[in-house]
């Protein structure tokens, strides 16, 4: 008879050796799934844009035509008591508006329906203090169709600007009768053209106006049940809030995201806070700069269009600093755009093509401190030049994350010195903006530095030029991992800083 210790043992090793071969098995497939699977990405840092808001700010450059019985008046704000019939834009040709903004590479642009004096640019049902009162196409005129009629053929977007105050209609400051009136008109635009891209709501309104409660909860609830895809834009968003001056430029420091809570539409006090951005913001409101191409917002004869370089300012502070550019053109009295404002805009154009047509960075080679997921991970720094400015983007490890003062990024030149006088940094904002705090070096001198970077940051380089073999961009203050998307190094030829180094005396604010 066997030994039965003998037998226990001998079951018991049989059930040890099953193990250890189970073991080395799920260790063999899980070494095999780890080959085979990617690195994920990183998990985004709330707030996050919306799909519209994403849309919105790869536009960059978007353009608002303000019109009206202003533009036949010589005025920038009406009295409401304007007769409509000095209304006749004799040779009125939206396609000719439209052509201008696709030629300065605008894909939206935005019509002031009706501004401060009531004088709607559309046929109305609900007053005749409009077009149809007017002598221009006999009365049965419509500016904002034919305005869609001609952007729909060309690829552009259309939005509106619709005045809150308004200082013919009798039902103002009846706050039951003219909210009433204002939804219903905001119901005839919204339903009636088509897909409106953005609507345009301020406080603006002069010191002696009628006291008015404006409805704006209904109002934004009605434009998101006719609009699904629009971007409301107003001082308080909610998905573009004003960046707080009409000069085009955005503060230095400026977050996407701020706290809608703590804004309120026609309240001076927080232009600072609307510039800035907060980023401890729960919201995600972008800003937008509007600016005229012209000293004022409506077509006079006495004025002419901004030089080439303060345009190319008003771009280096808006889109450059994390913001969208609205740019205002206004048609003149025979309905066409002048010339000279044609001309402007085409220089523009052209030299922002020249600028930024090359980058440097695309010829070097790049190296990192580290990269998620390692070499083969699909998140190294060639990820910065490979024409994607969103979705695919250089991030570090996650084990850099206790020492986020070691992130950096490098391009080293091997045909010799790079000459650039531009460097162009971008984030992956559909995870959330990140960086805090940022530096760049030249062959180890810093030549610029700054603070948030978010869609683009662009550093004119204020000492001019600069000839170097390496550039290093070092993330010295992040929110999270920070994630780059894009890098340029570019020559602005039209840029020339004074000799001590600092920006020109007109532009210094």
């Known amino acids: 008879m066997a030994n039965p210790l003998n037998y226990d043992h001998y079951c018991f090793s ?46 960059e450059i978007i353009m608002f035509f303000h019109f009206g019985v202003n533009t036949f008046t010589d005025s920038e704000w009406g009295t409401g008591r304007e007769n409509p019939a000095i209304f006749n834009p004799t040779v009125l040709d939206a396609a000719q508006w439209v052509d201008t903004a696709v030629q300065a590479g605008v894909s939206l642009v935005i019509l002031t329906a009706k501004h401060h004096d009531g004088f709607c640019l559309w046929p109305s049902k609900y007053t005749d203090h409009s077009v149809i009162s007017s002598p221009w196409r006999n009365g049965k005129g419509d500016v904002v169709q034919e305005l869609v009629n001609a952007a729909s053929p060309r690829g552009v977007d259309v939005g509106l600007y619709l005045s809150p105050w308004d200082r013919h209609d009798p039902r103002y400051g009846k706050n039951k009768e003219y909210n009433e009136y204002y939804l219903a008109q905001l119901q005839e635009l919204l339903r009636k053209y088509g897909s409106v891209k953005e609507i345009w709501f301020d406080g603006a309104k002069g010191s002696n106006a009628t006291n008015m409660t404006y409805d704006f909860g209904d109002w934004f609830s009605l434009v998101r049940e006719l609009q699904s895809s629009i971007n409301i834009f107003s001082d308080a968003g909610p998905d573009v809030r004003w960046v707080g001056n009409e000069q085009g430029f955005a503060g230095s420091t400026c977050w996407s995201t701020i706290n809608r809570t703590a804004l309120s539409i026609g309240n001076a006090s927080i232009v600072g806070y609307l510039n800035t951005g907060d980023p401890k913001g729960t919201d995600w409101l972008p800003p937008e700069c509007d600016v005229s191409i012209r000293t004022g917002w409506f077509w006079h004869k006495s004025q002419s269009p901004k030089p080439l370089h303060q345009l190319l300012q008003i771009y280096y502070n808006s889109v450059g600093r994390n913001c969208v550019l609205l740019l205002n053109v206004p048609p003149n009295p025979t309905g066409l755009i002048s010339e000279s404002d044609i001309l402007r805009l085409r220089e523009f154009r052209k030299a922002i093509d020249t ?22 991970g699909g998140f190294g720094p060639e990820n910065v030049v490979d024409g994607d400015h969103l979705w695919t983007y ?99 030829p039209f840029w020339h800083p004074n000799p001590n180094g600092q920006p020109p005396s007109k532009f210094v604010r």
């Open 355 to 376: 600028v930024f047509s090359s980058n440097l960075a695309e010829n070097c080679s790049a190296t990192a401190s580290s990269q998620r997921g390692g070499k083969d």
């Open 394 to 492: 250089w991030a570090p490890s996650d084990d850099d994350d206790d020492d986020k003062e070691h992130h950096w990024i490098e391009f080293r030149a091997s045909d010799g010195p790079l000459r650039f006088n531009v460097v162009r940094i971008q984030e992956a904002i559909g995870l959330g903006q990140r960086i805090r705090q940022h530096e760049v070096y030249a062959d180890g001198k810093r030549i610029a530095s700054g603070t948030t970077v978010g869609h683009k940051r662009l550093h004119r380089l204020e000492k001019g030029a600069v000839h170097a073999l390496s550039v290093k961009i070092k993330i010295t203050g992040s929110r999270a991992t920070p994630l780059l998307s894009s890098v340029g190094l570019h020559f602005d």
């Open 14 to 59: 049989c059930t040890v050796l099953s193990l250890l071969i189970s073991l080395h098995a799920a260790a063999t497939i899980a070494s095999q799934v780890q080959a085979n699977s990617a690195t994920t990405p990183p998990l985004p840092i709330l707030p996050l844009p919306s799909y519209s808001q994403l849309k919105w700010q790869q536009r």
